[in-house]
């Protein structure tokens, strides 16, 4: 006797259970690209810090390594600024003269610069002002460095081989101190991401 043979489809059970795989496999092929995606995302961003940083430190040590012993008169006239300033209970965290300002376009100014580094909102960010002896009405030009900055801390060795704190120290002479210079300055920036990074910069003469 002949066997009929008939097709015999799908069961629902199967069917179910066929979906449910292809379900679970779209589901880690779509894990899979968003972790690609996020660390790819976060290598970039950490590239583009680390260019951050590399800049910044670039424009710290040609600053420092160029203050000049100019003071300047404060904003109101009746006084003067050091040429390095650093006391911790301003508003800056650094502000000195410093010289070498190049000068492409011929404008009649001088090469000395003023110069400040403070934190604003977790930002380091350069200013500088067009005049050496400025006045309230003299708009500073900033430029925002680095972000996710938590703290900025800056040390003087000075000619006894002395870490100081703050400059000009407080056992100086004033009027030496208008227009003395550490032989180091170090700077430490802490990071929200990077932790703590320290460089050192020696200023010439």
Known sequence: MMRASRSRGFT??????????????????????????????????????????????????????????RPIRDELGDGYKASLLADGRGTYALEFTRGGWSNPLGLPRPSLQRVAYFLQDEVLIRRHWRVLDRTLSNEPVETQLLENVLQVQVRFLDFQREWRDQWPPLDMDP????????????????????????????VSG
């Open 175 to 202: 009027a030496e101190g208008l227009r003395a210079r550490p032989l180091l300055i170090e700077i430490t920036l802490e990071f929200s991401d990077f932790g703590v990074i320290t460089r050192l910069f020696e």
């Open 12 to 69: 629902l059970l199967e069917l179910i259970v066929a979906m449910a795989i292809s379900v679970i496999f779209s589901v880690i092929a779509y894990v899979g690209l968003s972790n690609l995606q996020l660390n790819f995302t976060s290598g970039r961003d950490s590239l583009e810090q680390i260019a951050a940083m590399q800049f910044a430190m670039r424009r710290l040590a040609q600053d420092l390594t160029q203050i000049q012993p």
